[in-house]
């Protein structure tokens, strides 16, 4: 009976293993790939008023030529540039991302992406930090005195 029990657990546990595996990576006959050397644009922490612009590099490692319908920031704030051309199966490509750099705090945004791949777009974060610029403190220029002689 024991053995019985096994066997039918593990069968089961197989099969849901199976589904799950078919779930979350569905099988894709030819087509654009669009891939990212990474799903993130990290600023770092940066000065206010810093360097706005960051670049997202992808490939389309499919085998079909990949169309970017779309790319839309999480809000005005950051604005994305896409290539406008197909990008042919093997071929590099980027997007450049702006943000607006003189928002003061945590950065915390996303960028959807839309191609000819199928109806789920791809989300970038956009992460990082914006500190307050520190306002440099001048010391004055020494004027000749009496006491130095005038020199």
């Not at 770092?44 to 590099?57: A, D, S, Y």
């Not at 950065?107 to 610029?133: F, S």
Request: proline content about 7%; hydrophobic content about 35%; glycine content about 8%.
């Amino acid at each position: 009976m024991k053995n019985i029990i096994t066997l039918l657990l593990l069968s089961f546990t197989s099969a849901f293993l199976i589904a799950q595996a078919e779930m979350t990576e569905p099988a894709k006959e030819g087509g654009p790939i669009m891939t990212f050397e990474t799903m993130d644009v990290d600023y770092g922490t940066i000065k206010q008023h810093g360097e706005p612009l960051r670049v997202l590099n992808f490939t389309n490692t499919g085998d079909e030529p990949l169309i970017i319908k779309n790319c839309k920031g999480s809000c005005g704030c950051t604005v994305p540039e896409w290539p406008k051309e197909p990008i042919m199966p093997g071929e590099e490509a980027t997007i450049e991302i702006r943000y607006a750099t003189n928002r003061l705090g945590k950065i915390n945004k996303t960028v959807k992406i839309t191609t000819n791949e199928g109806d789920v777009p791809h989300v970038i974060r956009v992460l990082g930090n914006i500190l307050k610029e520190e306002e440099e403190q001048s010391v004055p220029t020494s004027e000749p005195s009496m006491l130095d002689g005038g020199e």
